[in-house]
C-alpha cells in the first residue's frame, strides 16, 4: 500500500500551519502528525514507468492517454516527474513536484505545470490552480499530487477497518475550496503501510465529488506494488483508471 503514496506525490507549496500544539484538539495533533508523516514518504529507489491513463466518460465513450512517469531521489530531496501525451482531444503536459524534508521541519516542496500554452515555461502552481484535469482524465493535478495533505486543517477522526486493513480515518479540509474544487478530503490510510487504500473528496454543499482507490496489486520478490489506480467522479459518472506497465514499489 505505501507504493500508493510513493506514486502520488503531495504538492508542498507552503509548511503545515504552525498554531501552538495547547491550541489543537487530540484528533487535529493527531491529523497534522499523520498528514506531515505522509507527505515525508520518500520513494524507495529512482525509477521510470510507463503508464495509460485509461478514461470512460459519462457517456460510456472510452479513450487512452499515454503517461510516463519519472522518480529521481537524491537524498535528501526527490523528484517525481509526469509526463502526459498530447491527443486529439488534450493537449501534451508535463508536471514535477520537487520535495525535500528533514528531521526538525514540516517537508517543503514546489510543483510545477509546463503546457504548450505556457511558451516552455514551468509555472508554480496555487492550491487552487492543481484542481485541473490531467489529460482530460479525472485525475486532477491535485489528485496525484496530494495537495490535500498540506491544507492546515487536519484531524484524525476515528480507527475503522477498509478493505480488510486497519486504517486512521484522516480528514483534511480546504481552507480556501475554489470553484468546483474540493473542500474537504476523508482518506483511510493503512495503520501499518502508511498508504492510502481509499479516498473520498467533497466538493460544493459536502457533496461527494470523487472516490480514489488502488485497483490491483502484483506480488513481486515477495512484495505487494500497485498496478491500477483508479479516481471516479460521482457527479459526472465518469472514471479513470492509472495503469501501470510494470508493478511500482
Known amino acids: 500500500m505505501r507504493a500508493v503514496l510513493l506514486l502520488t506525490v503531495a504538492l508542498l507549496s507552503q509548511l503545515v500551519c504552525s498554531a501552538p500544539a495547547a491550541e489543537l484538539t487530540e484528533s487535529q495533533r493527531q491529523g497534522r502528525e499523520?498528514?506531515?508523516?505522509?507527505?515525508?514518504?520518500?520513494?524507495?529507489?529512482?525509477?521510470?514507468?510507463?503508464?495509460?491513463?485509461?478514461?470512460?466518460?459519462?457517456?460510456?465513450?472510452?479513450?487512452?492517454?499515454?503517461?510516463?512517469?519519472?522518480?529521481?531521489?537524491?537524498?535528501?530531496?526527490?523528484?517525481?516527474?509526469?509526463?502526459?501525451?498530447?491527443?486529439?482531444?488534450?493537449?501534451?503536459?508535463?508536471?514535477?513536484?520537487?520535495?525535500?524534508?528533514?528531521?526538525?521541519?514540516?517537508?517543503?516542496?514546489?510543483?510545477?505545470?509546463?503546457?504548450?500554452?505556457?511558451?516552455?515555461?514551468?509555472?508554480?502552481?496555487t492550491t487552487g490552480a492543481a484542481m485541473q484535469p490531467l489529460g482530460g482524465s479525472d485525475f486532477w493535478l491535485a489528485d496525484l499530487s496530494l495537495v490535500f495533505l498540506d491544507w492546515p486543517e487536519q484531524r484524525v477522526l476515528k480507527k475503522e477497518l477498509r478493505r480488510g486493513e486497519s486504517c486512521n480515518v484522516l480528514e483534511s479540509v480546504n481552507p480556501q475550496p475554489g470553484a468546483g474544487g474540493y473542500t474537504r478530503v476523508v482518506s483511510w490510510v493503512d495503520i501499518d503501510t502508511g498508504?492510502?487504500?481509499?479516498?473520498?473528496?467533497?466538493?460544493?454543499?459536502?457533496?461527494?465529488?470523487?472516490?480514489?482507490?488502488?485497483?490491483?496489486?502484483?506480488?513481486?520478490?515477495?512484495?505487494?506494488?500497485?498496478?491500477?489506480?483508479?479516481?471516479?467522479?460521482?457527479?459526472?459518472?465518469?472514471?479513470?483508471?492509472?495503469?501501470?506497465?510494470?508493478?511500482?514499489?
Open 195 to 249: 498508504g492510502i487504500v481509499h479516498a473520498d473528496a467533497y466538493g460544493a454543499d459536502n457533496k461527494l465529488l470523487k472516490v480514489f482507490e488502488p485497483k490491483r496489486f502484483e506480488k513481486v520478490n515477495g512484495r505487494w506494488q500497485v498496478k491500477e489506480l483508479e479516481i471516479r467522479n460521482e457527479q459526472t459518472d465518469s472514471r479513470t483508471t492509472l495503469v501501470f506497465d510494470r508493478a511500482v514499489e
Open 34 to 125: 499523520l498528514a506531515r508523516e505522509l507527505a515525508s514518504l520518500r520513494p524507495l529507489n529512482s525509477s521510470t514507468n510507463p503508464g495509460v491513463l485509461k478514461i470512460r466518460d459519462g457517456k460510456g465513450r472510452r479513450r487512452e492517454v499515454p503517461i510516463l512517469i519519472e522518480t529521481i531521489r537524491n537524498d535528501p530531496s526527490w523528484e517525481s516527474r509526469y509526463h502526459i501525451a498530447a491527443t486529439t482531444n488534450s493537449a501534451a503536459q508535463f508536471f514535477s513536484v520537487q520535495r525535500a524534508v528533514d528531521s526538525t521541519s514540516a517537508p517543503s516542496a514546489k510543483l510545477f505545470l509546463q503546457t504548450a500554452d505556457t511558451a516552455g515555461r514551468a509555472l508554480s502552481l
